[in-house]
């Protein structure tokens, strides 16, 4: 594939090209990409803004139908947008369908959303008046996403932005920017009009300021650190900010679980997609009772997966990322040795009929929450399991960490589950269900450092997409 960047209904080529890698085999080049200035951006967000009036005023049953066109089509294409996700991320094939098929549902909800989003009408205290809150569209929206989700991410900032009236500029990874750019063509060919929607490829570092200075509102999909960068930069300019950012998810484990279900639970938030989820899990808090036979389930569980190429039907999970990524998931197994966790699955590179990322998923047995390991967010196949005495122990562990995206509990004890759902300190929590896997009609995000300014999905990103109006009406009538 060779991308290029989408501006004002028209495909322009230039600057430096990016190439990106297959990371299930790293022989083969996926595609180039050509990287876009800051000329480009200026541009991009200049078409924007002139195509905002328009798109604000338009009728809601058009911009409905062509949201729910764009949806078909990502229906239709779910095979070859989740191939070549798969190609270029490296989720496996299923995986990576699933993700089409969900960004496909997203658009469709978001069409609804245009005829179904709701103003208020009030009495006044004041006698002959009555008072209409109504919503309006923010204005020109910079969606910036990271390579874990790269349709589905970009999806549900670019239906919600278009669905509330808004005009978008996407700034996709530059790890894996194919989706957005089959995205692209798919809102062409919906008919979306000139500059209502304009893509730009690249590292978002070059581009970011003149981004965050020419937008209304910035919605940001990535790492900690790099939300708090994108925050100060908006600051002198006060463009609205909406932060996604890391996790670092607890999963409960209580001696009155459930083993099939607990053990189901945890290895698929922990190693499910390669374990490279915001809400993934990533510390596995168990109490002594159920511990070794959880333990020993779990290993044999993890153990038994099979790594591999993404595009292969026989694969469980498929290989890391990228370099970078891998780097630094072998560097916090190295350094949890050194702190003296005890290694008990995985750990290792592993080889495959390609070469590729492909590392073993790992596990780490009598781990605290004082390590490393169980303090920073990894995002990666790699998971520490803290023994705890009870409930009060797990749960004030589970709080010990300054991310709060998700969290979950195993038990079969309704006032231990209630106990934890109000205990909890992150922004979504599950019980008996993996900590990762949030549908898209109701809201999704974390408590500062782990989310900012507003949830996305359903009806909720109404808050961030929208701005209130409120109109007092001096009708006469007493
Ligand atoms: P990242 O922060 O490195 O990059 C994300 C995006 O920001 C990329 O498009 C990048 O080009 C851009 N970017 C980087 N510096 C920028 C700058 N100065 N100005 C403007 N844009 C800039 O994150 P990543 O490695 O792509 O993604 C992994 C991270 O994303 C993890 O921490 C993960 O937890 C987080 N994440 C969070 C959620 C959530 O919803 N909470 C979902 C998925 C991923």
């Known amino acids: 594939m060779h991308g290029r960047n989408y501006i004002d209904g028209q495909w322009r080529n230039g600057g430096a090209r990016l190439a990106t890698t297959n990371p299930s085999d790293l022989d083969e080049i996926v595609g180039e990409y050509d990287q876009a200035s800051v000329a480009d951006a200026e541009d991009a967000i200049h078409a924007a803004r002139r195509a905002l009036p328009a798109w604000a005023a338009a009728n809601i049953q058009l911009r409905g139908d062509m949201l729910r066109k764009v949806g078909d089509a990502l229906y239709a294409r779910a095979q070859d947008v989740g191939t070549l996700l798969a190609r270029e991320e490296g989720k496996t094939l299923k995986e990576g369908i699933g993700e089409a098929v969900r960004a496909a549902q997203v658009f469709h909800y978001f069409a609804g959303e245009t005829v179904r989003h709701p103003g208020q009408w009030y009495n006044s ?5 009555n008072v209409i809150v109504s919503y309006e569209p923010v204005g020109v929206v910079a969606a910036i996403t990271p390579w874990n989700f790269p349709i589905a991410i970009p999806a549900w900032k670019v239906a919600a932005a278009l669905a509330y009236g808004n005009t978008v500029v996407l700034k996709p990874s530059e790890y894996a920017p194919g989706c957005a750019v089959l995205l692209a063509e798919m809102l062409e060919q919906a008919g979306v009009p000139n500059g209502v929607f304009n893509l730009l490829l690249g590292d978002g570092r070059s581009i970011g300021q003149t981004l965050i200075d020419g937008a209304d509102a910035v919605t940001f999909t990535g790492a900690t650190p790099t939300g708090r960068r994108i925050l100060q930069m908006a600051a002198p300019t006060m463009t609205k900010v909406q932060l996604e950012l890391g996790g670092k998810n607890p999963f409960i484990v209580l001696d009155d679980a459930d083993l099939d ?12 997609q390669t374990g490279q989820r915001c809400t993934g899990s990533e510390r596995i808090i168990v109490t002594k009772g159920i511990h070794d036979a959880f333990v020993e389930r779990l290993v044999q569980t993890v ?63 009598n781990t605290t929450n004082a390590m490393e ?34 969290s979950g509990i195993a038990t079969t004890s309704l006032k231990s589950a209630e106990r934890y759902r109000r205990a909890s300190n992150a922004g979504m929590m599950t019980v008996n269900a993996p900590t990762a896997g949030v549908e898209y009609h109701v809201p999704f995000g974390g408590r500062a450092p782990s989310g900012f300014g507003g949830r996305e999905q359903g009806a909720a990103s109404a808050e961030f997409f929208t701005e209130i109006k409120t109109a007092y009406i001096n009708h006469g009538v007493v």
């Open 373 to 406: 390991l169980n303090r920073e967010e990894i995002f990666g196949p790699v998971a520490g399991i803290i023994k705890v005495e009870d409930l009060d122990e797990a749960i004030a562990v589970a709080r010990d960490c300054e991310l709060a995206l998700s």
């Open 303 to 365: 153990s038994n997966y099979r790594v591999g190429h993404a595009l292969d039907p026989q694969t469980e999970i498929g290989p890391v990322a990228n370099q970078a990524q891998l780097d630094k998931n072998l560097g916090f197994i190295n350094r949890a040795r050194a702190d003296g966790a005890e290694l008990v699955a995985g750990g290792h590179v592993k080889e495959a009929r390609t070469r590729g990322h492909f590392l073993a998923p790992t596990l780490f047995l």
């Open 125 to 129: 205290l004041r006698d002959g008046h």
């Open 261 to 272: 279900v607990a053990v189901e639970a945890a290895a698929q938030g922990t190693w499910g």
